[in-house]
């Protein structure tokens, strides 16, 4: 029994050195969840307008909320939870290396050029387009330019123009759909046993979103024994040619323009059944 409690002693204090030592690893939040920390315990974000995997955070963003930089960390370098395939690096606008997770770029906040103090969270939802970055969310919001598989641009009410549209994707920035035809948390679309190639339903058994989405909103309906994550009672869809891309959102102009509407922030409930 000793020699139990004195492996257990040991392994704790692993636990915790490599914890520590961690250039990533994840801190926990009765409100947030998990979310990603350096090894200093500082915050990490993503930043809505990222939609694509690029930084987009230029001029008086910079000081604000200064990149996450630095090599690709290695497995031996994260903490408990984390995986070293999920995170990469892209080259800024300005040439440094920019760390990110599953394809989003991570920053720090630091508001009036003063860094966020360890251990908090006081950059979450601001703007509407900075979110502490977490490894489990089910949808994402992202600001982003609607552009057709026509190729044409398209303004959230379907008139062509340039406007960015603030809509849901999956946790990897992947567009989520509506299909109009449908009804409150019922699939109109989907046959059995033909599922379709173009219009893929989005599965989801949990439900983790940002702090300015309405959790509430969001439930799951049962598509022939799948579990259809649906927002304001619209069950949502993948777009097959949008090829798992982020910041693809080919569909809306599929067949026309508000056949499939991207997953707005906004949208109007669905109509009842």
């Known amino acids: 029994m000793k020699q139990f409690f004195t492996l257990c002693l040991i392994l704790s204090v692993f636990f915790v050195k490599a914890q520590s030592t961690a250039v990533v690893k994840l801190k926990s939040s009765p409100i947030l969840g998990n979310y990603l920390v350096d090894k200093a315990d500082k915050t990490l974000y993503y930043f809505s307008n990222d939609a694509n995997g690029k930084n987009n955070c230029s001029g008086g963003c910079e000081a604000a909320w200064p990149i996450f930089s630095g090599e690709v960390p290695t497995q031996a370098q994260l903490g408990q939870g984390l995986s070293a395939s999920d995170f990469a690096t892209i080259t800024t606008a300005g040439g440094k290396k920019q ?4 394809g989003w770029p991570l920053y720090y906040f630091s508001p009036k050029n003063v860094p966020e103090p360890p251990n908090t969270t006081s950059g979450e939802g601001a703007g509407n387009v900075w979110y502490v970055a977490k490894p489990d969310y089910t949808v994402m919001i992202v600001n982003n330019q609607l552009t057709g598989n026509d190729g044409k641009k398209y303004k959230s009410d379907y008139t062509e123009g340039e406007a960015k549209t603030a809509y849901l994707t999956d946790g990897k920035g992947r567009a989520l759909y509506a299909f109009k ?3 409150a948390n019922k699939n109109n679309f989907t046959k059995e046993g033909a599922a379709s190639k173009a ?12 702090s300015k989405l309405d959790k509430s909103l969001f439930g799951t309906t049962d598509v022939f024994g799948k579990k259809q994550l649906t927002y304001n009672g619209w069950p949502l869809y993948y777009f097959g040619s949008d090829e798992g891309v982020a910041g693809s959102n080919k569909g809306v102009s599929v067949p026309q323009p508000g056949v499939w509407p991207i997953a707005a922030k906004d949208i109007a409930a669905a109509p009842a059944q």
């Open 99 to 102: 760390v990110t997770y599953m």
């Open 199 to 210: 219009w893929i339903i989005y599965e989801a058994d949990q439900i983790v979103v940002p």
């Open 181 to 183: 035809n449908d009804k």
